[in-house]
């Protein structure tokens, strides 16, 4: 399972990056806006710390807008891939990018027949939400593990990726369910490093490591 950060914090992002093991960042106009910068100058500072998909959302919601956003993005940088939201005009502006090679994560799906769409218009990335499901009381991970068996039931490119996670767990179920991609925001990332009997059992170690040198000196 790839992993990659759901932020638009550039120190978020290079403290994740450290560790060598992710594979790329989602944004989206909310994450951006936090951090007070234009769209356009902080997607090519987010490519610029590493080499890995970087999903930049459009934000026209008519297709003529969204292909035209979508080839400005595109030219960031060859890491960019264009965030388009599941709607009508958004399946149609999908497949006119992918015709020219532009790759799109399709954005806010919430169903199994909203993802057979982006699908079949030839997106690179499907982004079910996980946890706004959940806060709704319904099954986020449910809808990961149907998108993969109709995709794997045809075999669809589109590739799956769980977002919109709220905890370790989400993570773990979503890549149980076989889901490609987990984005998770940096706090979700970092639980997944802790593990108490993990503290416990090293402090035991190098405890018992230097009873040893004591007992040699
Ligand atoms: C990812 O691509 C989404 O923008 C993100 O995961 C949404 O997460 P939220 O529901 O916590 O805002």
Known sequence: ?????????????????????????????????????????????ICGILDGDISAEVVSTDVDGMIAEGR???????SVVVKIPLIRDGIKAVGALASE????NVTLCFSPLQAILAAKAGAYLISP???RLD???????????????????????????????????????????????????????????????????LEKFLADYRRTLVAHA
């Open 1 to 45: 399972m790839r992993i990659f950060i759901d932020s638009a914090n550039l120190a978020e992002i290079r403290r994740a990056v450290s560790y060598g093991i992710i594979d790329g960042v989602t944004t989206n106009p909310s994450l951006i806006a936090k951090e007070g910068h234009d769209h356009h100058d902080q997607i090519r500072a």
């Open 72 to 78: 400005e993005l595109a030219k960031i940088h060859d």
């Open 101 to 104: 090679g532009i790759r799109t």
């Open 129 to 131: 939400f996980i946890g």
């Open 135 to 201: 806060d709704i009381s319904l099954d986020g991970i449910q809808l990961i593990r149907e998108i993969v068996t109709i995709y794997d039931n045809y075999g669809y490119a589109t590739q799956v990726l769980a977002a919109s996670a709220r905890s370790p767990l989400h993570v773990k179920e979503a890549a149980l369910a076989g889901a490609h991609v987990s984005t998770l925001p940096y706090k979700v990332f970092d639980k997944m490093f802790s593990h108490p009997l993990t503290d416990i059992g």
